[in-house]
């Protein structure tokens, strides 16, 4: 099993950015996959997550309402759209495998190699 996920780069304030995050096999419906960050010198934190088989989403408060989480089923692939970005979202992102619907990077049990995304203002 493995997670890719690319996307990252540098963006604009305000501008947006999709990251990818590519499944190396078909997951089952009850499987969750979720976006985490971590920024230089600060802990890992949930981004957002998507049950696969049914489009049930959660989001951190920092990112509701500007980031969204979707899949392509044909693709195995999971996006994280990122609208009017700040600079303190500027971090490197990881997509991660997990079958409870949980924020806790714990409960993840396979996890991508991470993207680089940098904001500036």
């Known amino acids: 099993v493995q997670l890719q996920a690319s996307g990252g780069g540098l963006v604009q304030a305000g501008d947006s950015l999709r990251l990818s995050c590519v499944v190396s096999y078909r997951p089952y419906s009850s499987h969750i996959i979720a976006w985490f960050r971590q920024a230089p010198g600060k802990e890992r934190e949930f981004v957002g997550l998507?049950?696969?088989?049914?489009?049930?989403?959660n989001y951190a408060d920092s990112v509701k309402g500007r980031f969204t989480i979707s899949k392509d089923s044909a693709k195995n692939t999971v996006y994280l759209q990122m609208n009017s970005p700040k600079s303190e979202d500027t971090a490197l992102y990881y997509c991660?495998?997990?079958?409870?619907?949980?924020?806790?990077?714990?409960?993840?049990?396979?996890w991508g190699q991470g993207t680089l995304v940098t904001v500036s203002s």
């Open positions: 991660a495998r997990g079958v409870q619907f949980s924020s806790d990077s714990r409960d993840y049990d396979t």
């Open positions: 998507m049950r696969w088989g049914r489009p049930s989403t």
